[in-house]
């Protein structure tokens, strides 16, 4: 079955830059999406289709995608930054969902 | 606003069977597909299962075919998951989710709080 990779964490410092990133033979003919899950809540989409921002999340967050990887971006990280983020994309037929392992961000 | 509550979730015996349901409301229910996504505890995110707007495509992760079965009622603005043979790995917090579906792309833009599933004797 088709996957996407994910590093289990990344920690960085307040006012920092955050990088994450999403590696995935079908991601040059598949779009990658990200989200943002804190703990006890659902998940939030903050990245979908590589680059596009949903209304209400913050400028602060970007994705771009070379290749086989992609990235969400995080500039100047705040404590509220910290979560687990899941990069999301279809197989190579289009059909399924796949989600990476999922992020842990720890702002330190 | 859009909002989607799941409800059904509860404990139930190895080899039993639970009906989830999703209540949606606040956009054109039968304009969108929707789908069912899962977290064990203290895991990660995995998609479930999709239904099409019209009912007539459905897809499920390997793990669930033939034990699980996703429908919809339009009418009634909502999204069901009948989930028979349970096992304790499907013990999970399980999501609604509103599906943005094409033939380029498939992601989830709204979320619903979840329900919580728990399989064991």
């Known amino acids: 079955s088709y996957e996407v990779t994910q590093p289990p964490s990344v920690s960085v410092s307040p006012g920092q830059t955050a990088r994450i990133t999403c590696s995935g033979d079908a991601l040059p003919k598949q779009y990658a999406h990200w989200y943002q899950q804190k703990p006890g809540q659902a998940p939030v989409l903050v990245i979908y289709?590589?680059?596009e921002r949903p209304s209400g999340i913050p400028e602060r967050f970007s994705g771009s995608g070379s290749g086989t990887t992609v990235t969400l971006t995080i500039s100047g990280v705040q404590a509220e930054d910290e979560a687990d983020y899941y990069c999301?994309?279809?197989?190579?037929?289009?059909?399924?969902?796949?989600f990476g392992g999922g992020t842990k961000l720890t702002v330190l | 606003e859009v909002q989607l509550v799941e409800s059904g979730g509860g404990l139930v015996q190895p080899g039993g069977s639970l009906r989830l349901s999703c209540a949606a409301s606040g956009f054109t229910f039968s304009s969108y597909w929707m789908s069912w996504v899962r977290q064990a505890p203290g895991k990660g995110l995995e998609w479930v299962a999709n239904i099409k707007q019209d009912g007539s495509e459905k897809y499920y992760v390997d793990s669930v075919k033939g034990r699980f079965t996703i429908s919809r009622d339009n009418a009634k603005n909502s999204v069901y998951l009948q989930m028979n043979s349970l096992r304790a790995e499907d013990t999970a917090m399980y999501y609604c989710a509103r599906d943005q579906s094409s033939l380029l792309y498939r992601y989830f833009d709204n979320w619903g709080q979840g329900t919580l599933v728990t399989v064991s004797s």
């Open positions: 289709k590589d680059s």
């Open positions: 999301q994309s279809a197989d190579s037929s289009g059909t399924y969902h796949v």
